[in-house]
């Protein structure tokens, strides 16, 4: 039972574009979210997170939108750079410090 | 810097060897948890510990155990290899105790082969 679904399994953006990565959950006890980077043999980084008492987080490039009443979030990377093609995993927790992963978009960006 | 070091990069182990997997943070984290990631299904969480000598099972516990005898360092083991245990391992900590939102910092994985 795949509590946390990214359901794009990969994304192509010309650069300088948005790149828009989408993420949807199922458990309603969820109430902070975290979006993850993975480049080929390295370990996942930190990218961003929500708590679900807001309804957006911006950092830098990076946005992230809450939908709590659709349990969907997304992450918006504005302008999209070639170093940002990478693997995104979208994580979820609720009362404990475990995450529950999704199964990752590819994001390339293109020249 | 959070630092997680796993203790190797790769392995090749055989049907049926007991295989240890090590992992050590350098922040002094409570929280350490393993992974493996597999293709299409992301990153489960294994087994993860919120303090020394504590350990609770993640999704997929099934063939594994874990160790925490230091606060720095966690083990994971496979009791007896099978092939479907194939996957990249990945360790990670934080800080914050059992309940915490604080980011998980991961090393860079071990990607094991089992034949």
């Known amino acids: 039972d795949q509590q946390v679904k990214q359901n794009s399994p990969s994304l192509s953006v010309q650069e300088g574009r948005i790149s828009i990565l989408n993420c949807d959950y199922t458990?309603?006890?969820?109430?902070?979210f975290l979006w993850y980077k993975k480049y080929p043999a390295e370990g996942p980084t930190f990218l961003i997170s929500?708590?679900?008492?807001?309804d957006k987080n911006e950092d830098g490039r990076f946005t992230v939108f809450l939908n709590k009443s659709a349990k969907h979030l997304s992450l918006h990377i504005v302008p999209s750079q070639p170093g940002d093609s990478a693997v995104y995993f979208c994580?979820?927790?609720?009362?404990?410090?475990?995450?529950?992963f999704g199964t990752g978009t590819r994001l390339q960006v293109t020249l | 810097d959070v630092k997680v070091t796993q203790s190797s990069r790769y392995l090749v182990k055989r049907t049926g060897e007991k295989v240890f997997l090590e992992c050590v943070q350098d922040m002094d984290h409570e929280n350490m948890f393993w992974y493996r990631q597999d293709p299409g299904l992301g990153l489960r969480l294994i087994y993860f510990s919120y303090d020394v000598k504590m350990k609770e099972k993640g999704d997929i516990p099934e063939g594994y155990s874990v160790s925490r005898e230091k606060k720095e360092r966690f083990s994971l083991i496979l009791e007896s290899a099978s092939t479907n245990q194939t996957s990249m391992y990945l360790c990670?900590?934080?800080?914050?105790?059992?309940?915490?939102?604080?980011?998980?910092?991961f090393g860079d994985g071990t990607r094991l082969s089992i034949l």
């Open positions: 994580a979820a927790t609720g009362t404990a410090s475990k995450l529950t």
């Open positions: 929500i708590s679900s008492i807001k």
């Open positions: 990670a900590s934080t800080s914050g105790g059992l309940i915490s939102n604080q980011p998980q910092h």
């Open positions: 458990n309603s006890m969820f109430d902070y």
